[in-house]
Each structure stands twice: as structure tokens, then as C-alpha cells.
């Protein structure tokens, strides 16, 4: 049995090639990719001053909301002490006169001048390594509500010989890995990419070894106990910090796995849910970090931090506008999960929201239409059920029709920082393919090379020899063919293809119409 695990806090091997070759496209036997242009991926509309289009920084220059870390051990030596802000510009924090100062037992610790990174931290990096001991920082905004705040820091030894043995799943510019994947998504969404984080990896990698050893449920999949073996922090967030991440604000997904998994698959699966899918696809997402263990309990967990983004978008919604080839049908084995009792059960393929600039929406009502006919859904309303308050999930209540157009229209009243309000209407639509296919790829651009996962969405069956054609289409080009290959017994297809024109989007079509669009 396989399931998927989310828990985030508001503020989740081998590869065998395959080949790929020119198609006579007189003799093709498969669907023929739709007009697809790049002002398709977005989504229309504005919140005017309340975007950060406009003002970069979504709350009122007179309000600030820090992140405080609470009280935690370090079993490395932090590099980076402060706070995050999520909501805030570098230039506007700038302006607000913060202090931070460092101290031990002895006194004052050296630190260079208070930083202001592009991603919200704001802090201070120590003259020379903490040492093993105690420490207190105190972070100081005058003029605001609570202008001072405190918290405890216990940098333990550093046992390099025991850690160095949790080899994190690396970031590597050479191979497939989940920050590639991850960012072959992202960008289809014309989200900006993230990085790789040497803390968040070790921390992913704590935590499997310590699922390996004490199982799923000790005692749950994202929370470790005290004194059991191979205890690192109880929530992602302690052990986050633990090896190092600046911010208490961050999130963890992941699957438990009995064999091996290439990044392209865990990515893909985890794409398929609703909670898991909100996460990694939240335009806040700055840094990830993966470990993976095979056997038994065996698991992948992926580590995300967040932080501020100088452009945010009005929305972001998956199936994302005029995508085509979307899944009918979708298996839901998500935890925590999104239909009540609906665990093994069939659903229509999961649809998801997010306002990433709106504190809360309110009045929320949400359409989901074929044609003129209204399509029952279930729906996962802001707030509720560990849904964030800017966030929806909606889960068509059967299997989707094949080869048919949906749309989906959303309303309701958004709520900033700033307590100021604003009515919103989001209206988008999506195509579906011939069945309950999900398609997924990744590119490494340094070798040409494009891999192609196939599977049923939700369970996450491989389908193999599955016929799969290429195509990259630009906004005022026709469809071209790149190349047709097949699936292996695994469901994988991996092929070298000359890179398509810049700006053009590419198109992988299984037989049954079902397929994914992305950049190259």
C-alpha cells in the first residue's frame, strides 16, 4: 500500500531509457496537439493595489509580521540568524530601523551588519562559528506592537562522522533529480524556480532514516517522539532548523515508498493530490531539500521552505488555463484526505486554488461546469480541513468525461493583511483526455535529454508500453513533430531530442489523448 503525507505550516531507482525517433506524420495514428500558445499558462486579472504587481509587499507600511523562531537545538552551527518575513519588501523593511543582536553566557557575540535578502530574512551572520553552547537573540522593531521579541538557541556537537552517513538524495546538475522536476513544473506555470538547500536535505534525510527505523506511525508519518531513535525534531520545522534552514515557516510532503523512485515519479504523484499539489507549486516555495530510503518503510520525503517573492500572481490554479490531455479519473490514497471517506474511492481528476497575496477568502462560491451542465464536486472550502485560508481544493464527485471542456469559475471575497478587502471572479477553463492517465516530464536541458513518466493518476500504476508523441508548438507557429517513443515496463520513456525554439511550448500526447505541456 502506498500513501501520500502533507503537513505544512502556515505561516514530499533506477531509470531505464528508452528511445525516441522522427515520425511520418502521414502515417500518425495519434491525437494531433490542439493550438496551444504560451498566453495560455496564465491567468488573467489583477487584485490592483493589492498585488504585488503594484506595491511589491501585500500589507501596509505601518504593519509588520515577523516570523519568530521558537526556542530549538542546531546540531550545525547556524550561519544565519533573524527572522522571516513573507508579506514585507526588502526596501520597505529597510526603512523600519530593525536591530538583532546575539549573546552568550559571556556577553555580546560579533556579527556582521543586519541583512535584508531578496527571500525576507532578515538577520545577521556571525563573525566566527558558534561554538557548542547557548545562545540568545533578540530582534528589536521599534514603533511596532511587539518591538521586541527573544528566543534560545542550543548548538549541540557536531557529529560529522554520524551525519555524513544520512546521504540526502543531492541536487545534481548532471542527473534527474526532484529540483529539476520540481522546476519543469514550476515553470510550465511560469512560476519562478527554486534551489536546492543543503539543510533541507539533511533534514529530509534525518527524517526518512528515522521513518525507517520507528515506522509510519511513531507517531505519525511528518512527527518524530522524543528519545526513539534517530530523533532529529518533532515537526519538519524543528528538524528544518535543526540542520540549519533560517525560518520556523516551511512544509514537508511525502510518500511512503517499499522500492526505489526516480524524482520525476515522486513529483509527478505528489502533483496529482490536492494539499501535496498546493505545496509544491505555491509561488512562495524558495528552497527544497529530498531524502529517500527503499525497503521496508521504506519512504520519499521532500522538505520546502518559504519565502518572500517580489511578484506574486493573481492565482494559481491546476489544470492551469487551456491545458489540455488532463486526466478523467483520479484514485484518492491522500493524507490528510481531501473527500471525506472517500479513501480507494474514484473521483473526477482534483482541481486547485490558490490566491497567493489574500490572507483569507470569504463567501467563497465555486462553479464547476460542462457545457451548460453543473458538475457536482466536492469541495475542500479555506480553513478547513488544513486547507489554508487563500487556498481551495475541488473534487469533481465521478470520473470526468473524455476529449470534453470544463470550466471552472470561483468567487468570493479576499481579505488582506491590511484588513482591506476586495471582490475577486476567477473564471478558467481545462480539457480532458480519453482516461485516467497522468503524464509528467522532466527536462535536463544540459544533455538535450527528456523523460517522460505514465502512470494512473492517483494510485500511481505505471503504464507501460504506452505510445507517446512529441510535439513543440510557439505562439505563432504550427505544431511540429519532435519525435514518438513508448513507455517501459515501468512507465518511463527517456529520449535525446534537439531543444525546440525558444519560447515554444512542447507536448508529450499518449494514444489515449491524455498529455502534459511544459517548457523546455
Known amino acids: 500500500m502506498r500513501r501520500i503525507h502533507w503537513l505544512g505550516r502556515t ?17 500518425s495514428r495519434y491525437v494531433m496537439m490542439p493550438q496551444i500558445s504560451p498566453e495560455n499558462f496564465k491567468i488573467p486579472g489583477a487584485l490592483g493595489p493589492y498585488s504585488t504587481f503594484a506595491n511589491h509587499g501585500y500589507e501596509s507600511l505601518n504593519m509588520i509580521s515577523p516570523v519568530i523562531p521558537q526556542p530549538y537545538d542546531a546540531v550545525a ?8 518575513f513573507v508579506r514585507d519588501s526588502p526596501r520597505n523593511l529597510a526603512l523600519d530601523h530593525f536591530r538583532l543582536t546575539v549573546s552568550d553566557p559571556k556577553g555580546k557575540v560579533a556579527t ?17 562559528e558558534l561554538v557548542v553552547g547557548s545562545y540568545r537573540v533578540r530582534f528589536v522593531a521599534p514603533g511596532f506592537q511587539t518591538p521586541v521579541s527573544v528566543w534560545q538557541i542550543r548548538v549541540k556537537r557536531w557529529k560529522r562522522n554520524k551525519w555524513k ?7 545534481n546538475a548532471s542527473k534527474p533529480s526532484y529540483l529539476n522536476a520540481l522546476n519543469t513544473l514550476r515553470a510550465g506555470l511560469n512560476e519562478p524556480p527554486v534551489v536546492w538547500s543543503p539543510s533541507l536535505a539533511l533534514a529530509s534525510a534525518a527524517h526518512v532514516r528515522y521513518i525507517r527505523k520507528n515506522g509510519y506511525n511513531s507517531p505519525s508519518f511528518h512527527v518524530e517522539t522524543h528519545l526513539r531513535p534517530g530523533f532529529t525534531g518533532t515537526k519538519p520545522w524543528d528538524r528544518d532548523m535543526t540542520f540549519g534552514w533560517q525560518s520556523p515557516l516551511d512544509g ?21 493530490t490536492v494539499f501535496h499539489r498546493l505545496a509544491l507549486l505555491s509561488p512562495n516555495v524558495v528552497a527544497v531539500g ?20 517580489p511578484a506574486l500572481p493573481y492565482a494559481v490554479v491546476y489544470p492551469f488555463p487551456g491545458q489540455w490531455g488532463v486526466p478523467t479519473g483520479w484514485t484518492d490514497i491522500e493524507n490528510p484526505d481531501p473527500v471525506s471517506e472517500g479513501s480507494r474511492k474514484q473521483f473526477g481528476y482534483p482541481i486547485t486554488v490558490d490566491f497567493p497575496t489574500v490572507a483569507r477568502l470569504m463567501n467563497v462560491h465555486v462553479l464547476l461546469r460542462q457545457a451548460s451542465a453543473a458538475i457536482p464536486a466536492v469541495i475542500d472550502d479555506p480553513g478547513e480541513n488544513g486547507m489554508d485560508w487563500n487556498q481551495l481544493g475541488i473534487v469533481p464527485s465521478h470520473p470526468l468525461w473524455p476529449a470534453m471542456r470544463y470550466d471552472v469559475s470561483v468567487t468570493a471575497q479576499a481579505q488582506f493583511s491590511n484588513q482591506k478587502q476586495h471582490q475577486i471572479h476567477l473564471t478558467w477553463h481545462f480539457t480532458t483526455g480519453g482516461r485516467d492517465e497522468s503524464v509528467a516530464a522532466n527536462v535536463l536541458k544540459t544533455q538535450d535529454k527528456l523523460s517522460v513518466s505514465v502512470v494512473q493518476a492517483g494510485t500511481g500504476m505505471p ?40 519560447g515554444e511550448i512542447v507536448d508529450v500526447v499518449t494514444a489515449a489523448g491524455n498529455s502534459t505541456q511544459f517548457r523546455w
Open 112 to 128: 556582521g551588519k543586519i541583512i535584508y535578502t531578496a527571500n525576507g530574512f532578515v538577520g545577521v551572520r556571525p563573525i566566527r
Open 290 to 309: 529530498a531524502g529517500q530510503i527503499a525497503g521496508v518503510n521504506g519512504s520519499t520525503v521532500m522538505d520546502l521552505g518559504f519565502g518572500y517573492r
Open 463 to 502: 503504464i507501460q508500453n504506452e505510445a507517446l508523441q512529441i510535439y513543440a508548438a510557439g505562439k505563432h507557429s504550427k505544431p511540429y513533430v519532435l519525435g514518438q517513443a513508448f513507455t517501459n515496463a515501468q512507465g518511463i520513456m527517456t529520449c535525446f531530442l534537439p531543444p525546440p525554439r525558444i
Open 11 to 27: 505561516g514530499i531507482l533506477l531509470l531505464i531509457a528508452g528511445g525516441c525517433s522522427a515520425l511520418d506524420l502521414g502515417s
Open 77 to 84: 552551527p547556524p550561519g544565519f540568524l533573524g527572522v522571516q
Open 165 to 171: 552517513k544520512l546521504r540526502p538524495y543531492e541536487a
Open 252 to 272: 514537508e510532503v511525502g510518500i511512503e515508498w517499499s522500492h526505489p523512485e526516480i524524482p520525476l515519479r515522486v513529483i509527478q504523484n505528489l502533483t496529482d
